[in-house]
């Protein structure tokens, strides 16, 4: 399925209904968005000989053009290649090369870096945000969107690649149709009424959530600043109303914290679904109490997007199920249209409880990596996607995470997953946010460290959070050493990156307590 078919058949039934806003402004209805894809779509075909399997690269900063190009590339049957706006200029054109995209769609505000280091596959670069853009809507429509069959590659997504060269991962239009539809079953409804705010970069999760709004002719909105401001977001959702958004943890944090400064309650909000890191039990709890039954988890990874499992709103505002607690601490029950399990070290299933390594299986999970079969036959194996991550299942089908494989930490020959000893210490009213990672010891192997950011104003002795992991885990999981630091290293996403920790600590020196 080509998703520029379902543009089409919304412009059909609902031409007049609004589609893409800027801020609080209505720039194009349906039949006007779907009118300027199919021109882009004949211009791409006629002008850059862009058709079945180009790959065109969108590299730009949140904006209702990007919606407009990415459905121009589909509707001409080519692949898109979203690409972090945030990423350098040398990575871009790394990634642009790798995947022999020969157009992509930039902002002024990204793009004039790309200039000078654009490969030579790269033929053109085409400015969104310049007259040339508004140029290719007026070229002839292409009449009808190209036929894309399930099996067929759609989005060429690039890891983060933090442990090396970002992989190309393969997603296909099954792969999406697959994603899309299982939404409304097991994450949240969409109707007409419904708005998707694009606050987060809409290269990744926020971007790939606009399926289900176009087939439920919903409006898509980019807030002024095209990124996430939380103040304008609390101002904007009330008069928008029915606003669902992508957030990644730490952004629903300092949403909550700052609604609890102004005495809102999120009005405006219908939904909001968190995913890409560890969302806190103390920082969800906090949130519901703040914003109410608004939020939605959902656990996927590049290589299975937004699709592995999903914890639904029902669940995260239960206060009342014996299990409660547990449950708000995990990641949800599997997706429909998957099968999840947890494996040992040769693929095993584990019994219920015991911690392994999280295996899926099912029709979200990707082709493979492009031009990449040595990771693709480690990545998947007998038809399971092998993520990386480290989890437990209860007898009712619910999953925990228990870190990255990698973070995982080996003391005294016992496994120690670094989440349980974060979850304790941000219990304390002191602490606003921690960091657990693995030390290299010459008698123990690893022992446990914390980086510790103190709340506002507050002020905590080591001992008192030794006491406190000491009443609540086991003695040996305890941290050696707490490090006080003013900020945690994160990526663009608000991911901590704990690699930045351990070379830390490996200059000590530099570290104030």
Not at 199 to 223: C, D, Q
Not at 343 to 349: H, K, L, Q
Not at 368 to 378: L, M, V
Request: glycine share 8%; proline share 5%; charged share 20%.
């Amino acid at each position: 399925m080509n998703p520029a078919e379902w543009l089409v058949r919304t412009a059909r039934l609902s031409p007049a209904a609004p589609a893409l806003l800027k801020g609080e402004a209505i720039e194009a209805d349906y039949a006007t968005f779907a009118t300027r894809v199919a021109a882009i779509a004949g211009a791409l075909s006629a002008e850059h000989k862009i058709g079945k399997g180009s790959r065109v690269a969108l590299f730009m900063s949140n904006r209702t053009e990007y919606l407009e190009a990415m459905y121009g590339i589909w509707f001409a049957g080519a692949v898109v290649v979203p690409i972090n706006a945030k990423l350098h200029a040398k990575e871009v054109a790394w990634i642009i090369e790798n995947a022999g995209a020969e157009i992509a769609f930039v902002s002024s505000d990204v793009g004039e870096a790309l200039q000078a280091l654009a490969p030579e596959c790269l033929r053109t670069l085409i400015y969104a945000d310049h007259p040339e853009f508004a140029l290719l809507r007026q070229h002839t429509e292409m009449t009808w969107p190209m036929v894309i069959h399930d099996d067929e590659l759609l989005w060429l997504f690039y890891t983060s690649g933090t442990t090396g060269r970002p992989k190309g991962v393969m997603i296909s239009a099954g792969n999406i149709s697959s994603m899309a539809l299982t939404y409304f079953s097991d994450v949240d409804d969409v109707t007409a009424a419904d708005a998707i705010l694009y606050a987060a970069p809409m290269s990744h999760g926020a971007g790939i959530y606009n399926f289900m709004h176009v087939i439920k002719g919903a409006r898509h909105v980019v807030p002024d600043s095209h990124g996430f401001d939380v103040d304008e977001i609390l101002g904007l959702a009330p008069k928008i109303d029915n606003i669902s958004m992508f957030a990644a943890p730490t952004m629903v944090k300092r949403l909550v914290e700052r609604a609890r400064a102004i005495g809102s309650n999120g009005q405006g909000i219908k939904t909001i679904t968190y995913a890409g890191g560890p969302m806190y039990v103390a920082d969800i709890i906090a949130a519901v109490e703040i914003l109410g039954d608004k939020f939605v988890q959902v656990y996927g990874q590049g290589e299975c997007p937004m699709g592995i499992t999903a914890l639904r709103r029902g669940f995260v505002s239960d206060r009342t199920h014996p299990n409660w607690r547990a449950r708000l601490g995990s990641v949800g029950v599997a997706q429909s249209p998957v099968l999840v399990r947890i494996g040992d070290e040769v693929g095993a299933t584990l019994p219920l409880g015991e911690i392994g390594e999280v295996l899926v299986s099912g029709t979200i999970v990707m082709s493979g990596y492009w031009q990449n079969p040595e990771a693709t036959a480690k990545t998947i194996r007998d038809g399971w996607l092998w993520t990386g991550d480290m989890g437990a299942m209860d007898e009712d089908g619910f999953v925990t995470l228990h870190d990255r494989s990698k973070d995982m930490i080996i003391s005294g020959g016992s496994n120690i997953y670094p989440r349980e000893v974060e979850e304790v210490l941000l219990e304390l009213e002191a602490v606003a946010e921690v960091a657990v990672v693995g030390q290299p010891h010459p008698e123990w192997g690893e022992a446990v460290v914390a980086f510790v950011v103190l709340a506002s104003g507050q002020e905590v002795d080591p001992a008192e959070l030794d006491v406190h992991c000491i009443a609540n885990i086991a003695r040996f999981k305890r941290p050696k050493n707490y490090w006080f630091v003013a900020e945690l290293p994160k990526n663009n996403y608000g991911k901590v990156l704990k690699t930045d920790l351990r070379l830390m600590l490996l200059d000590v020196e530099n570290l104030g307590r």
